[in-house]
């Protein structure tokens, strides 16, 4: 399967705790976004990458939040300390133009 | 006032029916429209995209833009079972990569 990967698939934890999700793009796309969906809602912008730079950031994406993407390739978005409200389906996308974007299964993550 | 607004339905028609999706905006930047299909616990599925207003066509869809009323709206043909999902309409302007997303339309195609 060539598509843009996530894991874990599902993340359960408990308030306070920091977690780490990881996505895996598709190999030649260059630009890696990561998006939250809330239940009921579209995805909400969070942060994007060209190549290995952090372009543009969301103001959802509070101090907690911090995403990487060392050597261009796959990238992490880690939420430290988590909060109820964290609770969310969070979503890479992949593209080599911002007009198709492709996105992975997502990771759900739940906050107790 | 939402950025870009979408019916959440739930719409539910027949097998066979002509299916009318729409999404309205508010900013005139957004210059790259794009339709996603969304089935359930999964990440949205690119289906279609145009940058110009008109029609486009693919199979059974059609998406068409309306820029100088700030419409859009994906037609599905022939509907399906298989259809029945969530459908997201997604915005973009020239100068950023990000997406505006609708709240999305629950469509159900029943036999």
């Known amino acids: 399967d060539t598509g843009v990967s996530q894991n874990p698939r599902h993340k359960i934890t408990k308030r306070g705790q920091n977690v780490t999700f990881r996505c895996d793009p598709i190999?030649?796309?260059?630009?890696l976004y990561w998006y939250r969906q809330t239940l009921g809602q579209g995805p909400e912008f969070l942060t994007y990458?060209?190549?290995?730079?952090?372009?543009?950031k969301s103001r959802l994406l509070s101090d907690r939040f911090s995403a990487e993407r060392p050597k261009g390739s796959f990238s992490t978005l880690e939420i430290q300390r988590t909060e109820q409200g964290d609770s969310a389906m969070y979503l890479c996308?992949?593209?080599?133009?911002?007009?198709?974007?492709?996105f992975g299964p997502g990771t759900r993550l739940t906050v107790l | 006032q939402k950025e870009v607004e979408q019916d959440p339905g739930p719409l539910s028609v027949p097998e066979g029916a002509i299916v009318s999706l729409n999404c309205t905006y508010s900013?005139?930047?957004?210059?790259?429209f794009m339709w996603y299909r969304q089935y359930s616990r999964k990440g949205p599925e690119l289906l279609m995209y145009?940058?110009?207003?008109g029609n486009k066509e693919d199979g059974r869809f059609t998406a068409q833009v309306d820029k100088s009323s700030k419409y859009i709206s994906l037609f599905i043909r022939d509907s399906q079972p298989s259809d029945s999902a969530t459908y997201l309409c997604?915005?973009?302007?020239?100068?950023?990569?990000?997406?505006?997303f609708g709240t999305g339309t629950r469509l159900q195609v029943f036999p």
């Open positions: 990458f060209q190549n290995e730079a952090q372009l543009e």
């Open positions: 145009t940058y110009s207003s």
């Open positions: 900013n005139s930047a957004f210059q790259y």
């Open positions: 996308a992949s593209s080599l133009s911002a007009d198709t974007q492709y």
């Open positions: 997604a915005l973009a302007s020239y100068n950023t990569d990000k997406l505006i």
């Open positions: 190999s030649e796309h260059n630009r």
